[in-house]
Nanobody
Framework: QLQLVESGGGLVQPGGSLRLSCAAS????????IGWFRQAPGKEREGVSC?????????YYADSVKGRFTISRDNAKNTVYLQMNSLKPEDTAVYYC???????????????????WGQGTQVTVSS
C-alpha cells in the first residue's frame, strides 16, 4: 500500500520560495504519476502540477503557476518535489500530493483520477 507524506510548507512573504516534498513508502514511485493539488478555504481542490512516471517524465502545470513552480522527482529518495518561487498571496492553500499508477497525460488535473493521497501541508503567503 503506497503511503504519501508531504512536508515543507510554512509561512513565507510574497516573492519568496518554498520547496514541498512528497515522500513515499510502501512502493516505489517510479511507476506512478504524481500530482500536486491545493485547496484554499472555501474553494475547490485544484491541480497545480503533475509529473509522469519515470519512463515518461512529462511534466504539467496549471496556468496560474507556470514559470514559477517546478516539479521534479528523486527516485533514489522515492520523493517528488514542488519548487515554488515568486510566491503570491493567492498561492495560500493546503497542498496535497497524490499518486496514480501509470500516466494521466491531459487528465492530470482531475483529482478523481488519483488513488493515493497525502495528508497535506499548509502554505501561507503573507507579509
Amino acid at each position: 500500500q503506497l503511503q504519501l507524506v508531504e512536508s515543507g510548507g510554512g509561512l513565507v512573504q510574497p516573492g519568496g520560495s518554498l520547496r514541498l516534498s512528497c515522500a513515499a513508502s510502501g512502493s516505489t514511485l517510479d511507476y506512478y504519476a504524481i500530482g500536486w493539488f491545493r485547496q484554499a478555504p472555501g474553494k475547490e481542490r485544484e491541480g497545480v502540477s503533475c509529473i509522469s512516471s519515470s519512463s515518461d517524465g512529462s511534466t504539467y502545470y496549471a496556468d496560474s503557476v507556470k514559470g514559477r513552480f517546478t516539479i521534479s522527482r528523486d527516485n533514489a529518495k522515492n520523493t517528488v518535489y514542488l519548487q515554488m518561487n515568486s510566491l503570491k498571496p493567492e498561492d495560500t492553500a493546503v497542498y496535497y500530493c497524490a499518486a496514480d499508477y501509470g500516466n494521466l497525460d491531459d487528465w492530470w488535473g482531475n483529482r478523481n483520477n488519483y488513488e493515493y493521497w497525502g495528508q497535506g501541508t499548509q502554505v501561507t503567503v503573507s507579509s
